[in-house]
């Protein structure tokens, strides 16, 4: 079956599975040890054996990307977390020991954490690194004990066909299970009364799986976006730090939730940044206009959503800066920079998305920390510079998903790191034990001693009873 013929699942379809998937969890509420893992190796080995069915696919879906761009940020991730769980659920299933309130911990009463499945999790998934944002996550609701549902985006319908073969190929539906259609199809899956749900994507869609999730209270982990900032300090250096932003605005042509979208410079070094900027560049991407590393856009739609951007820009005013020798053709949206755009503007106030972004000068930190507090809360801030004061100044006095000093994208690629956002740019975080904790459900345990400790606090009550309690309230 080709994209073009993917089937479309109804919302009876999609009850269906759920109730499938329902009736096979309360059969085997905790799957051991044994079987968690289990389903990790199979996970794993249908990304490597399906690896060069991935690469054409999401090649398929964006016109041009690299293969190597697809093996290093979509399947070596997705296989290093499923790795990193299978290592570690082991220790992470055991009982977390916690102290009872004296004096009962001291004549014999235990308390305890389990961590039990949620049950089941449906995961809507992007298109940006279609193969990661749907399979990585399910290494932390594998271990975590749960049965999943994926609906991948219809945005790149090559590689979720792809994928909802491997899967097919590999799980009982039971299981894993696979959904695929439109916004339509979103829509309802999204009202599916699922244990939990996992939706990555932007702000405005979320708030529409937010309202419908609600009706069910649905819990939810989001993964959003929003216009990272990157503050530069006058004691970074400013080459080095180009080098590394522009390798994070172009990857995947600027696709990336944690994209940089606001560069924070003082005013003394905007020329040799931009500088930096063209010459790293061309050294990435020597001939810009037919490089076959270069990602192009998703879609026509989204590329001209950027030609329409810069577009205004240029029409306000701003200074425009290309960074590259080529122009923009088609769905190739080459890496520019923008000089202190208008507040007013699109590339001000929406998330990029693509290879433009902004560049401000500043005289003062402070006045930076009060532009990024006006805005929503951003999926991480990024610092470069040595200055152990700005770097205390950024952590505590911003709020962000998380925060990334002297290099960009980096806590992503930490398994032991939570990685999630706050307020606009999500809620709930997943990845290692974080993950695990994320999609179980966190079950108090008490145990009594043989005592019986609390016969005095059931009537008739005694006068030593009633002098205690008066002692307490104070």
């Known amino acids: 079956m080709t994209a073009n013929e993917t089937s479309v699942a109804s919302a009876a379809q999609m009850q269906h599975l759920l109730n499938e998937q329902r009736k096979a969890q309360l059969k085997d509420p905790y799957p051991s040890l044994e079987l968690r893992v289990d389903r990790i190796n199979r996970m794993i080995d249908m990304v490597v054996k399906n690896q060069n069915q991935f690469v054409a696919a999401v090649m398929e879906d964006f016109e041009n990307r690299s293969p190597m761009m697809t093996r290093s940020s979509d399947l070596m991730p997705t296989l290093d977390n499923l790795k990193h769980v299978r290592k570690h659920v082991k220790h992470w299933m055991k009982p977390e020991k916690r102290k009872s309130k004296f004096p009962m911990g001291l004549l014999g009463a235990k308390s305890e954490v389990r961590y039990l499945p949620m049950g089941i999790v449906g995961n809507i998934s992007p298109w940006n690194f279609p193969i990661q944002l749907a399979l990585s996550p399910m290494a932390d609701i594998f271990g975590a004990g749960n049965r999943i549902m994926l609906k991948p985006s219809e945005l790149s319908p090559h590689s979720s066909q792809a994928m909802a073969e491997a899967i097919t190929a590999n799980f009982d ?266 999609f179980s459900h966190a079950k108090a345990v008490f145990k009594q001693s043989p005592m019986d400790l609390f016969k005095i606090l059931r009537p008739p009550y005694s006068n030593t009873m009633k002098s205690m309690i008066s002692k307490q309230i104070k």
Request: glycine letters at 8%; charged letters at 20%.
């Open 173 to 438: 539906t039971t299981e894993l299970a696979v959904v695929q259609g439109g916004p339509d199809v979103s829509a309802e899956f999204s009202k599916l009364k699922f244990d939990h749900l996992l939706f990555t994507g932007s702000t405005q869609i979320a708030r529409y799986v937010s309202q419908t999730a609600a009706s069910n209270l649905i819990p939810l982990t989001l993964e959003l976006g929003g216009k990272n900032p990157v503050v530069i300090s006058s004691s970074a250096n400013i080459k080095l730090a180009a080098e590394k932003i522009m390798w994070a605005k172009t990857l995947n042509g600027g696709q990336i939730c944690l994209c940089p979208d606001n560069i924070f410079i003082p005013a003394q070094h905007l020329e040799t940044f931009l500088d930096a900027c063209k010459n790293s560049v061309k050294k990435m991407f020597p001939d810009t206009a037919k490089d076959e590393e270069y990602t192009h856009i998703i879609t026509q739609r989204h590329a001209d959503r950027l030609k329409e951007m810069e577009s205004e820009v240029r029409a306000s005013g701003a200074r425009v800066v290309s960074l590259s020798d080529a122009n923009s053709q088609g769905r190739r949206i080459l890496p520019t920079a923008v000089i202190n755009p208008p507040s007013e503007s699109r590339i001000f106030q929406e998330e990029v998305f693509g290879g433009l972004f902004s560049v401000f000068t500043y005289d003062n930190l402070q006045d930076v920390i009060n532009t990024i507090n006006e805005q929503p809360r951003p999926l991480a801030l990024y610092y470069f510079g040595n200055t152990a004061k700005e770097i205390d100044q950024l952590t505590l006095q911003t709020t962000s998903g998380g925060m990334v000093i002297n290099e960009m994208l980096a806590h992503i690629m930490q398994e032991d790191l939570p990685f999630g956002g706050v307020g606009d740019s999500g809620m709930g975080s997943y990845h290692g034990f974080d993950g695990f904790k994320n």
